[in-house]
């Protein structure tokens, strides 16, 4: 089978691997559909260390191929979305509730980093009765691809911000995650919905998600404006979804005392993420903290699809690009550099 993958840090490629055997909790899955996030691009650039001819990817959807003989409940040929985060539900860890910390920090994050990731024709999914959800018929694949990741990261954002019914709240950056953070916001009832956002695309999509005020930072100070905004006060809850210290640091600031700040941004670069002191309060301002790792799990991902069945959300409008895999390669060289307005490249097979 045809796989693209990290040879080394810097360089990627197309490979060919034997399709994977599943082990008895496991399954194979013939690939579809799959979308190539930033992520992939840091791991590129060398964000988690060195990886030698690992596969790229972990936001796919497919058929089921094969499956171990101790799985339950699912049928070779059925169509199945995985997330990008697969824990075992067994480790200490799961068994707390902490699902993406699987075994250790960040370990439930398996694909394209402890093993091989799904921009393949073929890829195995560990523990595949708690990871593999069935797709409704009504949902299209390149609308399922989306629970994988981008939905069920943006929505924990959301989550995890504890936003009051009709409550206000600000996300700082508006990529596919920012974008679905916006979306998941507006669902779980915030009464005021603040993107900050300079790219016009980026804009016109976090609008279109249900932002109700876009922020230019290039154009206006965005605490000064969040403040105007909220009575002086700050907003109730802040989510990070860019992954610097300079829109992490906003995000203290942007917030009122007793409120949350949510980071979802992946933050690729430097050693420390600094607070502000005094806008924290000198560390006792009752701001809370969260940070967190996509939930994963067929739970989860039934959940994430009967919103896309009931059409409460549709995350396609992000999907700038479409590419066979053959032509796989040309798409990550762009998602690097994110060339001709790229937001999500749709990765389609056979
Ligand atoms: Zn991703
Ligand atoms: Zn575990």
Same mark, same amino acid.
């Given at each position: ?36 996030? *930033? ?35 699912? /049928? ?63 949902? %299209? ?40 953070? *916006?979306? @998941? ?15 016009? /695309? ?16 290039? *154009? ?22 860019? @992954? ?31 607070? %502000? ?12 903290? /969260? ?24 995350? *396609? ?15 990550? /060289? ?6 001709? @307005? ?9």
């Amino acid at each position: 089978m045809k796989t693209f993958v990290m040879k080394r840090i810097g360089e990627v490629g197309v490979l060919e691997k034997p399709i994977p055997d599943p082990g008895p909790n496991d399954a194979i899955v013939k690939t579809t559909a799959a979308l190539i996030c *930033t992520s992939d691009t840091h791991t590129v650039a060398g964000a988690i260390g060195e990886r030698k001819n690992i596969t790229l990817g972990h936001e796919a959807v497919g058929r089921i191929y094969k499956l171990g003989k101790e799985v339950r409940g699912l /049928r070779e040929g059925g169509r199945v979305a995985v997330n990008a985060i697969t824990p075992c539900y067994e480790c200490e860890n799961c068994l707390r509730g902490c699902t993406s910390q699987c075994t250790q920090m960040l370990g439930g994050w398996k694909f394209a980093n402890v093993k091989d990731g799904n921009l393949a024709e073929y890829f195995h999914v560990n523990h595949a009765q708690a990871n593999l959800a069935p797709i409704p018929d009504t949902v %299209p694949d390149e609308k399922a691809v989306y629970c994988a990741d981008m939905m069920s990261t943006g929505f924990m954002a959301a989550e995890h911000a504890d936003i009051p019914i009709g409550g206000t709240v600000a996300i700082f950056a508006q990529g596919p995650v920012g974008l679905m953070a *916006t979306a @998941g916001s507006k669902l779980l009832g915030a009464g005021l919905v603040i993107a900050v956002e300079n790219v016009p /695309r980026r804009k016109e999509l976090a609008t279109h998600f249900g932002a109700d005020i876009v922020i230019d930072y290039t *154009t206006e100070d965005p605490i000064r404006a969040i403040l105007n905004l909220t009575g002086g006060q700050g907003v109730d809850s802040a989510i990070e979804a860019y @992954g610097a210290s300079a829109t992490f640091e906003s995000c203290i600031k942007a917030t009122r005392p007793g409120g949350t700040i949510s980071n979802v941004g992946y933050h690729g670069k430097g050693d420390y993420v600094q607070i %502000p002191r005094l806008d924290w309060g000198v560390g006792m301002s009752d701001k809370t903290i /969260r940070t967190g790792l996509c939930p994963g799990g067929a739970e989860r991902m039934k959940r994430l699809m009967r919103l896309l069945e009931r059409g409460r959300v549709d995350p *396609t409008p992000m999907t700038t690009h479409r590419f066979k895999f053959d032509q796989v390669e040309r798409a990550f /060289r762009m998602m690097q550099t994110k060339e001709d @307005g790229m937001t999500k490249p749709l990765i389609l097979f056979d």
